[in-house]
């Protein structure tokens, strides 16, 4: 299963990116997380539905000083991913 994950709020500067990374690969999730111009933080995470699903829900609450305000999330069908990483 793919997401394509966007999420809005007080998201960047409080340390989303790295900590996306430490679950991804806690959850067992591969694929890729980005600031965005917006201040959105924007994320693509490849893995069984169960992973996945466990990654958006804390995509939804993000890290310790993270404020999610909200998430949009796309299901695809698209690119496979070696690992996860943290784009600039």
């Known amino acids: 299963m793919r997401a394509h994950i966007k999420v809005f709020g007080k998201v960047q500067?409080?340390?989303?990116?790295?900590?996306a990374k430490i679950k991804a690969e806690e959850f067992g999730v591969v694929g890729w997380v980005k600031n965005c111009n917006d201040g959105s933080v924007e994320a693509m995470a490849h893995g069984e539905k169960s992973q996945v699903n466990k990654f958006i829900d804390w995509c939804k609450k993000?890290?310790?000083f993270?404020?999610?305000e909200s998430i949009e999330v796309d299901f695809r069908l698209d690119e496979d991913f070696p690992d996860f990483s943290v784009h600039d």
Do not use: E
Not at 13 to 19: A, C, D, K, M, P
């Open 13 to 19: 500067g409080v340390f989303f990116r790295r900590s």
């Open 62 to 64: 993000g890290p310790p």
């Open 66 to 68: 993270a404020k999610v």
